[in-house]
């Protein structure tokens, strides 16, 4: 018996060695835990392992979801396109967004 979990992510690494690229699979926190630095501290351990890797990351977010695309481009992200009716069932879009390799970047 531990403590509540009160978020969760996932991150991969594809391709060869000295070529990878991370996807964010998802990064997700309790309603009642949100705004207390969860969803930052989870994005930068999943940033932690794409920087190890010297790997840019990818990764999709609702268009309407602001506070998340805020951490996001707080962290070096940028909107590279947009996938239609990328949310199933509601049909929502999504922006699909990358960060450069850690070479590229300078992260808080």
């Given at each position: 018996?531990?403590?509540?979990?009160?978020?969760?992510?996932?991150?991969?690494?594809?391709?060869?060695?000295?070529?990878?690229?991370?996807?964010?699979?998802?990064?997700?926190?309790?309603?009642?835990?949100?705004?207390?630095?969860?969803?930052?501290?989870?994005?930068?351990?999943?940033?932690?392992?794409?920087?190890?890797?010297?790997?840019?990351?990818?990764?999709?977010?609702r268009?309407?979801?602001?506070?998340?695309?805020?951490?996001?481009?707080?962290?070096?992200?940028?909107?590279?396109?947009?996938?239609?009716?990328y949310y199933?069932?509601?049909?929502?879009?999504?922006?699909?967004?990358?960060?450069?390799?850690?070479?590229?970047?300078?992260?808080?």
């Amino acid at each position: 018996p531990g403590a509540p979990v009160s978020g969760y992510a996932g991150i991969s690494v594809l391709g060869p060695a000295g070529g990878h690229e991370c996807k964010v699979h998802t990064i997700a926190v309790d309603p009642g835990a949100r705004g207390t630095g969860g969803g930052r501290a989870l994005l930068n351990a999943l940033l932690e392992v794409a920087d190890r890797h010297r790997a840019p990351v990818f990764l999709e977010v609702r268009t309407d979801n602001t506070v998340a695309i805020s951490l996001y481009e707080s962290t070096g992200f940028a909107v590279a396109g947009v996938r239609r009716n990328y949310y199933q069932p509601s049909g929502a879009d999504a922006y699909t967004m990358v960060r450069p390799a850690a070479a590229e970047v300078n992260r808080p």
